[in-house]
């Protein structure tokens, strides 16, 4: 199975752990505030043994039962103010930090759907999922719990510290010695544990990757019968991830042990001391039993220094994991980018039918009527003169010798104005960003002209870049060169929102969400009129005969429907909002011939008022077309009527028959 693996960025856990700052700084006051009323509770703490040093040189010594309550109704106000300073500073900080994270998975999701398909190419879903759902959970238990209690814990120690010198500094002397051994254990625990932390939540996202295509793609599983090779990937990815849970167990039980065991050397040093100086007269017992009772109260602030460094560790990786998908850029508008929409452009959503449209702009006149004498123009304009990918006259003008010499410029602006109206391919050429350096492109000089209110059927051979054509229309894809116009303007020069209201695409592989029919067909924008209007065109009535209609949940990915059913419902939300302009990816591949000539009919009527461009693999589809490209190794290699092509073209032809033409044509010339 390939592993998606983001660069690990060599950064101390402090900077990574500094990039929250953002979403701390609006709750800061209340983690501020968190963490005095934890630090007052820690010190109340310390209080208790002075108050056992007052009980045992004062009443005890003095036998005196009644200050012997009094010391312990203080110790019992005591321990209840602590408890209740804790629960306070937790109700400090649960819903703000609830929310921190509520906006963090927020922001990514954000982000994560403004960033290029080549992200998504190249990123695991798992992994993506991994960082919007644990590695968030682990921030936000970072933020309640280690982040409070590092500092707290840090002033607790200093304070008990400078108890313990200022009760007997000789004794506080020896508590001292482990420190330094205690800050180089932990210096090299940060080192070892932050690699094993990230590569666990690395693997969390790989498990997480198998176990979501496994359930979407259950059905292969099941048909092939492999669900014991997908359980053994399966085992052994959740053995490689044990292992390395199993290896930060190990270190911070080390790390646990020593930090505990040092310190418990050290106290009990201090008591053999403390008990000759008090035999000696030099130490009273009260003050020994103070000084241990604080050194025991210190013991938890120094002994959860590895635990908080473990949860600080994780947390430093989860912050870098979730910032190596907020880093990733997302897809830039070009400066000074149209938001306008112009007459019969609209916004995303907005109703398009065919009386919002203004009338189309003039066509430049290249080519007679059908059926009329062609004139010196047209002749020379023949497709067996035409170079191969030059655009061929449109058969809808009615002038029959082009603009003469003696125009004038008022006539000649509505004849500019059909060159550029429409799709336009100018130059197009594309690399994925991922090529090889000197791999040749995808697509390179793509020169293509689709008028207004004509249908281009796009045909050529498996892995020609039909796909990869259609999907720089809406710039799902960026272009490496050339360009591509609407109607003259640039969609380099659009903002991406505006672009995607006016083109609408129909992709080869349906795509269904878990929604009802009517939201997922909705996605394309329309009116609930439209909706059945799309529906209709879509021939896809067997909606109504589900038990809720349109108001039917079609389940994760649409696995509840058919393959052809999935189809039309993509196809209806592709038409539902009237577009301008259709992008058509195989549309009818699912469907039976009945539906298919149904839907064809529709769409018929539907491509009437649209400018369209359709990949075809079936005559059938390629019927729907005024005019046919065919798409070879990258280029467009002709353009012309279907009967022209088959005439003119063997690579066509033997596409549309899968005849081998130039053998059958090699065989006729002998």
Known sequence: MSETRAAIKDQSATRSLLRLWPYVRPIRTRLFSAAFVAIVASCLGLVIPLVLKWIVDGPVADRDPGGVWLGALYLLLLGLAEAALFGYRRWLVARPLASVEAEMRADLYRHVQRLPVSFHDRWASGQLLSRGTTDLMLLRMFLAFPLTFLVVNAVTILAGFAILLSQQWSLGLVL????????????????????????????????????????????????????????????ELSERLRGTELAKARLLAGLWGLITTIPELAIGAALVLGTVQVADGDLSAGTLVAFLSTALALRWPVESIGFLLAMSQESATATARFFEAMDAQEEAEAPGASTSHPPGKLPPGTHQGPSSLEPLEPLEPLEPPRGSAPGPASAAASPADRAPGALPPDPRSSNAGGAELGSSSAELEPRAAGRTAGIRFEGVAFRYPDAADGSAPVLARIDLHIRPGETMALVGGTGSGKTTLTALVPRLHEVSGGRITLDGEDIAHMTRDRLRGLVSVAFEEPTLFSATVGENVAMGGGSPDDLERALDIAQAQFVRRLPQGVDTQVGEQGLSLSGGQRQRLALARAVV?????????????????????????????VLQDTTALVVAHRPSTVLLADRVALLSEGRISAVGTHQELLRGSAEYAWLMSGADVRHDEGEDRR
């Open 577 to 605: 909002g009237r577009p301008r302009f259709l992008i058509l990816d195989d549309p009818l591949s699912a469907l039976d011939v009945h539906t298919e000539a149904l839907v064809e009919a529709a769409l018929r009527r």
């Open 176 to 235: 001292l010695v482990p420190v330094i051994p205690l800050v180089v254990l932990c210096s090299l625990f940060e080192t070892r544990y932050s690699l094993v932390a990230r590569q666990a939540q690395d693997q969390v996202g790989d498990l997480t990757t198998v176990v979501e295509e496994s359930v979407l793609g259950i059905r292969i599983i099941k048909g092939f019968g492999q669900h014991r090779s997908q359980a053994l990937a399966f085992r």
